[in-house]
């Protein structure tokens, strides 16, 4: 099991994000065209689409590849990555011109951490047991 470790480590990156973006893609589209709930996020699904699970298996293959073989913890290091997510996606708000509702900028401060330790529950626990069941942890 030693061909391609960083494949494996990316896949195993990928795999929670793109999990999760799946739930969220069918609630919006249902709360979207069944329930006619006027939100626009079209023009904003790129970034979490498409940008989110790649910066998730390349943050993996970084830590495999630097950080693994010395016991830094995989949970701190999945922390940091919302970091980087969140100024990239006020950008790409701001680039395709998207309305951020006024309550966003106000609840931010309060949901910022919250975010914070979800990812590092979600890397600890789920991109840690998918690195095992890869073999490059």
Not at 5 to 16: D, E, Q
Not at 46 to 56: I, K
Not at 59 to 79: E, K, M
Not at 104 to 117: C, E, L, N, Q
Request: proline share 7%.
């Amino acid at each position: 099991m030693n061909q391609h470790p960083y494949l494996r480590a990316y896949m195993a990156g990928i795999a929670v994000p793109t999990a999760f973006l799946l739930i969220a893609m069918t609630a919006f589209t249902v709360a979207r065209y069944v329930y006619n709930v006027p939100l626009a996020i079209e023009r904003v699904v790129v970034f979490p689409m498409a940008v989110v699970p790649n910066l998730w298996g390349l943050w993996n293959i970084l830590y495999v590849a630097l950080l693994s073989r010395r016991h830094v913890s995989i949970g701190l290091f999945g922390a940091v990555l919302p970091f980087l997510l969140a100024p990239g996606a006020y950008v790409a708000t701001r680039l395709v011109g998207f309305a951020v509702p006024a309550f966003v900028y106000s609840v931010f401060p309060f949901f910022f951490p919250v975010v914070i330790a979800i990812y590092y529950l979600a890397w600890k626990y789920l991109v840690a047991l998918l690195n095992t069941i890869v073999g490059v942890a």
